[in-house]
């Protein structure tokens, strides 16, 4: 049986968060990356990692490419279903196009670029396929991989607290979390100041200088594109005013 090396999966665990640009405007926060859907694909994540020098955050792009994930950014640009949609909003937000065309340009480009206006976090770093499924207990000897609510309770804390603090220290414009299923870690993160209102269909919180929403997950079933770009339309009139 193969297996990680559990000093680099721990490092990874604690100290990856993702892609992009603390210093961006918008900040989309999700609770697990998708993926991991084999062993190889999982320890190319670690060795790139490794490779880059350790991020907190790394370039989305250059990450997705050193894997061996060029479909996403090179033509013909294949579209990711989330980050489609997190283009969607930042796109519509900032009053530009978001045909098809652009959503590509936008995802090979820009999404979650070192010295771009996005951030993509992640509650929980450890890539997967679906919530019901759980391969690390395979692929590891850490105790607390042995099933997903180990993993989940040894680390949302520290994490959730983590990105509390980077959203305190950088202050982005916009901070949204996607799954509305996950409200009360969104919750811990914003913090109890935060007051989430319903705003069809999203969950909308305001302070003197950001917007947090709560949106349903981009890869919820049926969810039409129109749901995107009324978020990214609300956001384009609210950021007026602030």
């Known amino acids: 049986m193969e297996t990680l090396n559990d000093d680099d999966l721990r490092q990874f665990i604690k100290t990856f968060y993702g892609y992009g640009n603390l210093a961006s405007r918008f900040w989309f926060i999700g609770m697990e990356e998708g993926g991991g859907n084999s062993f190889a694909e999982v320890q190319a994540r670690l060795s790139v990692w490794m490779q880059l020098g350790k991020p907190e955050l790394a370039d989305l792009r250059d990450f997705h490419l050193l894997i061996g994930m060029p479909e996403f950014f090179t033509p013909p640009v294949k579209l990711q279903h989330t980050w489609m949609q997190i283009a969607r909003i930042t796109l519509t937000a900032t009053g530009q196009p978001y045909e098809l065309g652009d959503l590509?340009?936008?995802?090979?480009?820009?999404?979650?670029?070192?010295?771009?206006?996005t951030c993509l976090m992640e509650l929980l770093p450890l890539p997967s396929p679906r919530t019901s499924a759980w391969?690390?207990?395979?692929?590891s000897k850490l105790p607390y991989l042995s099933k997903r609510k180990t993993y989940y309770q040894e680390y949302y804390l520290q994490r959730s607290e983590h990105i509390r603090k980077r959203i305190q220290e950088n202050q982005p414009q916009v901070v949204i979390f996607y799954g509305m299923g996950y409200r009360s870690f969104w919750q811990a993160i914003a913090g109890k100041e935060v007051e989430f209102q319903n705003q069809d269909g999203f969950l909308l919180g305001i302070t003197s200088r950001m917007v947090y929403l709560i949106i349903k997950h981009p890869n919820a079933r049926k969810l039409p594109n129109a749901y995107f770009e009324k978020v990214g339309a609300y956001l384009r009139e609210h950021l007026q005013t602030l």
């Not at 995802?107 to 771009?116: A, F, P």
């Not at 391969?135 to 692929?139: G, L």
Request: aromatic share 16%; hydrophobic share 25%.
């Open 104 to 117: 590509r340009t936008f995802q090979r480009e820009h999404l979650g670029h070192r010295n771009g206006e």
């Open 135 to 139: 391969v690390y207990a395979q692929w």
